[in-house]
């Protein structure tokens, strides 16, 4: 029977069909059979985004890219009073169901889930199970062919999964894009629909910091900026303030977000630390917004960052930054893996 598994949650590179570097992120994944029929069932939760993609077969090479066939998603369905889901996935309706119901597209052969916590306090995250419904319950011992072509095929996908992407952050400095920022297609990576990437390396001083700034959208289901090292793993931010997403950012009364990124903390709450590494990517995205703007960067010594930033942006000393790691840290451990 299939089962969703779930990938790590400090989501580095990742393969075809994965999003890159989203703190907050959890994979779930099942290889299936294609024209299979499946039952998909459990809690919904509160999560703003929770959506089952649909994959054919991988490509040899990593780099050479998928897209999904189809995109479900769970904000769509009937819950009971107890906040549960229940749906068939399969290639027809069976004839007299009347519950909730996706198509399953020809050649699916791996379903991807993603639960995005944008809330770590208050947000419940779900819970899943998958099952296979045209076929006995009963599973037996696989046989020595099926191990032995699991096994080959173990070392290409770990390959796939450790190269790619890996000289990502070089491209963009060979493109000009050294503290500034563009658009990030992922269409053909199979990245999530509706959802806008910008991106570009960054390349710091000690004593120097670059002020991220973006009008923020009207209306935006999801928005997070995220670091990462030179080659495109995310940088801790676990400990580590290295992410914000826009329930942890200030935004001004202007309807301007002001974020700071440099290794010194100037004070501020909208910082990314950078941890220690003096150069690496920044990566934004905007999720089902009403507009998707390219913030500007500018680079200012971090001592004079408060000139370049309202009079009433909030201190943060370094005892409240302490705590506020603290607690961060803690809030991620209290969400469940899996």
Request: neutral net charge; contains cysteine.
């Amino acid at each position: 029977m299939p089962r969703l598994v779930p990938r790590p949650r400090e989501c580095e590179r990742r393969h075809p069909g994965g999003d890159f570097s989203v703190p907050g992120l959890t994979y779930r994944n099942a290889i299936i059979t294609p024209g299979g029929s499946y039952r998909l069932r459990g809690e919904r939760g509160s999560l703003r985004i929770f959506k089952l993609g649909q994959f054919g077969r991988p490509p040899a090479k990593a780099s050479a890219g998928i897209s999904a066939l189809a995109y479900n998603d769970f904000n769509e369905l009937h819950l009971d009073p107890a906040g549960n889901f229940d749906v068939i996935l399969s290639p027809t309706r069976s004839q007299g169901y009347t519950g909730d119901w996706w198509k399953l597209e020809a050649g699916t052969s791996s379903l991807l889930l993603r639960q995005v916590d944008f809330d770590w306090v208050t947000e419940r995250d779900p819970r899943i199970s998958i099952e296979r419904l045209d076929k006995p319950v009963e599973r037996p011992r696989p046989d020595a062919a099926e191990l032995e072509t699991r096994l080959r095929n173990l070392a290409t996908s770990i390959g796939n999964t450790a190269f790619f992407l890996v000289d990502h952050v070089e491209g963009l400095r060979r493109d000009g894009y050294i503290n500034r920022l563009r658009e990030f297609d992922v269409s053909h990576l199979g990245g999530l629909v509706g959802q806008f990437y910008y991106e570009g390396a960054y390349e710091l001083a000690p004593d120097e910091g670059l002020i991220l700034e973006a009008k923020v959208p009207a209306k935006c289901t999801y928005w997070s900026v995220i670091l990462t090292n030179d080659i495109y793993e995310t940088t801790d931010w676990y400990n580590n303030q290295s992410s914000l997403n826009g329930a942890q950012l200030r935004v001004d009364g202007d309807a301007i977000v002001r974020v700071v990124i440099s290794a010194k903390d100037p004070g501020v709450p909208n910082w990314l630390d950078t941890a220690g590494y003096p150069s690496g990517a920044i990566q934004g995205r905007w999720n089902e917004c009403s507009a998707t703007p390219i913030p500007t960067l500018r680079k200012v010594p971090v001592t004079d960052v408060r000139q370049f930033l309202p009079v009433d942006t909030p201190k943060v000393t370094p005892a409240q930054r302490e705590e506020r790691v603290r607690n961060r840290r803690a809030q991620v451990q209290q969400r469940p893996l899996w």
